[in-house]
């Protein structure tokens, strides 16, 4: 390494990892020469963005020489009426990952601790070290969210909790019972982070939102996005709900124009078009379902979910399966990221897609053996 750098760097940016993103489309095809690829990698919506979403865009592209309305207010608005919260509690953001690198400069310091379970969402371990704080991993028990253990982990240091519900990468949630002892037994200066991004597909009816803590008045911010069952991530739109003092104190280190106007108009009509959701919940279930009947035809094991991916285990090197399932276009990630190397993560596609994937699995781990 230079020395510049080393010697005058912050020295946090030295214990980061880098990101493992989904591996894009283009790349693929650069990389291999092939054409016909899916992408069953980063959880996108294979039915694309809503279609009303797609129409408000094309009618404001005239207007993109003027900077976005920095306070979001026509989507603030919308949202407060979607979930019936005040608009001064909602937080938007370039992405929720902007919005948890926000609560990191907020409220961490060097020194801090936050806890997390491992393996979940690489982001909050990425946001703390940033700051200098320490992140600290709990096991998932049976490939869920250990509360107990998580509980057990608070130390005076402890400034933040992040659980990922339903959890990325495997899929499982943490039922409302276990919230509530946890959020019984939890001190109230802690914050805790519900980051619900794949709220939407869960099918459980043992589920519940961290919105019935914030509606308590208790310290909790609800992470939500466009960029999973809305269908626009590229456009990196997110949002939190949370009390009124945390929006404000978050507000004073978000950059001003930090939403750009096509993501607030797209997700304003998204927001609409519920009709788009519904119809991606309901092929989520059917994939799903195709899924799981075809790895136990195959006599492969997985973790149900409750999310639009499926956390499985190939019994071989999942890295391996990775790479020969890319020669033949079909792009998904290994489990060796999250630390269980014969896991994949498949996201759950159309049923032309899943298809294609099994198809492919079958082939992979029949030359595998
Ligand atoms: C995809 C994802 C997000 C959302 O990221 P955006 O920045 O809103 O695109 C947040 N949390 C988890 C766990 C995710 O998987």
New binding site residues.
């Given amino acids: 390494m230079q020395e510049f750098v080393k010697d005058r760097a912050r020295q946090e940016i030295f214990k980061l990892k880098p990101y493992t993103p989904g591996k894009p489309i283009d790349e693929v095809k650069r990389e291999l020469g092939l054409q016909n690829i899916i992408k069953l990698a ?2 996108e919506n294979p039915l694309g963005p809503a279609p009303r979403a797609i129409e408000a865009i094309s009618n404001m592209l005239t207007e993109i020489h003027l900077y976005p309305d920095a306070n979001c207010f026509n989507l603030k608005k919308a949202l407060s009426s979607y979930h019936d919260v005040p608009t001064t509690g909602i937080l938007i ?8 690198k926000l609560l990191a400069e907020t409220f961490l310091s060097s020194g801090d601790q936050i806890i997390v379970g491992q393996p ?2 690489s ?1 909050y371990e990425f946001t703390a070290l940033i700051m200098g704080a320490e992140c600290i991993e709990v096991p998932l028990k049976d490939f869920t969210h250990d509360l107990p253990a998580m509980l057990d982990a608070i130390t005076p240091k402890t400034k933040m909790i992040i659980i ?1 519900n339903p ?2 990468p495997t899929g499982t949630i943490v039922n409302r019972m276990q919230i509530k002892e946890f959020m019984s037994k939890l001190p109230p200066d802690i914050l805790v982070v519900f ?1 619900e ?2 709220y939407e597909y869960v099918e459980s009816p043992e589920y519940s939102t961290g919105l019935e803590y914030l509606a308590q008045g208790r310290n909790v911010i609800v ?1 939500r ?4 069952i809305y269908g626009l ?1 590229a456009l ?3 949002y939190g709900l949370t009390s009124t003092e945390i929006a404000q104190a978050v507000e004073r280190v978000m950059e001003p124009f930090n939403v750009n106007s096509p993501a607030q108009i797209g997700a304003v009509a998204a927001l609409q078009d519920q009709e788009h959701v519904k119809r991606s919940r309901e092929l989520n279930k059917q994939g799903k379902q195709y899924l799981y009947n075809e790895f136990k035809r195959m006599g492969l094991t997985y973790v149900p979910t409750e999310a639009n991916f499926i956390f499985m285990d190939t019994g071989v090197d999942g890295r391996e399966v990775f790479n020969r399932l890319l020669k033949l276009g079909v792009i998904v990630r290994t489990g060796d990221i999250f630390g269980l190397p014969t896991f994949i993560r498949v996201t759950v596609g159309t049923a032309e897609e899943n298809q294609r994937f099994t198809t492919s699995l079958e082939k992979v781990l029949k030359d595998l053996k």
């Fill in positions: 980063s959880n953001g370039n992405g929720s990952d902007e919005l948890l979940t969402f982001e990922c959890n990325n980051d991004a794949y992470l996005t466009f960029s999973k991530a990196r739109i997110g």
